[in-house]
């Protein structure tokens, strides 16, 4: 069955750029799906951060857009999360995602990493 | 604030039926955009309940149930149990925002 699994510093200094990795097993990104990040500060609620196709395409939360960069690497069968800039805001945990559905107006997250805590911090 | 409201809690004693809902607006359900929920125990990722405001993936009892009308959407749990106790979410897409949405959540505490 498909498995997620985040990976990354679990501490970002301020205005440093926050670097996260979700490698897939069990199943090859190349196949199909959406893959997606989403966070959760802490005793809040999910915040959707962007997606992207194998082919590279991406969508975006614009309220992030300006400081977020998804990427895949078909190769490693994982993609990337780049967050720049990072505030103490940007406290939370990470989680990656597959997204099915028609992307991306209807898309959902069928399987999701367990998720990896960042925290920013001096 | 999210564009999807949901009540912050709901409450129900083992068996009973509880629903949760989530409401948004023209831009996002009442535009036909599709709603789908999330059950979060606690310290663990969200977990697909229902996709497509209906459907429940593969191994989702039928206890839980969702339904959509005009700009909002429900969440149905019948017979609840202990371990329905989580935070709910529900999500879609909003063509204002031109991004996906998700619910503030609501913690469902069983009596």
């Known amino acids: 069955q498909v498995q997620l699994q985040e990976s990354g510093p679990g501490l970002v200094k301020p205005s440093e750029t926050l670097s996260l990795t979700c490698t897939v097993s069990?199943?090859?990104?190349?196949?199909?799906?959406?893959w997606g990040w989403i966070r959760q500060p802490p005793g809040k609620g999910l915040e959707w951060i962007g997606s992207?196709?194998?082919?590279?395409?991406?969508y975006y939360n614009p309220s992030l857009k300006s400081r977020v960069t998804i990427s895949v690497d078909t190769s490693k069968n994982h993609f990337s999360l780049k967050l720049s800039s990072v505030t103490a805001a940007d406290t939370a945990v990470y989680f990656c995602a597959r997204l099915a559905g028609v992307a991306p107006y209807h898309y959902y997250m069928d399987v999701w990493g367990k998720g990896t805590t960042v925290t920013v911090s001096s | 604030q999210s564009v999807l409201t949901q009540p912050p809690s709901v409450s129900g004693a083992p068996g009973q039926r509880v629903t949760i809902s989530c409401t948004g607006s023209s831009s996002n359900i009442g535009a036909g955009y599709d709603v789908h929920w999330y059950r979060q125990l606690p310290g663990t990722a969200p977990k697909l309940l229902l996709y497509?405001?209906?459907n429940r993936p593969s191994g989702v009892p039928d206890r839980f149930s969702g339904s959509k009308s005009a700009t909002s959407a429900s969440l149905a749990i019948t017979g609840l149990q202990a371990e329905d106790e989580a935070d709910y979410y529900c999500?879609?897409?909003?063509?204002?925002?031109?991004?996906?949405?998700f619910g503030g959540g609501t913690k469902l505490t069983v009596l």
């Open positions: 069990a199943y090859s990104i190349n196949s199909g799906y959406y």
């Open positions: 497509g405001n209906y």
């Open positions: 999500q879609s897409y909003d063509s204002s925002l031109s991004d996906s949405v």
């Open positions: 992207v196709y194998h082919s590279g395409y991406t």
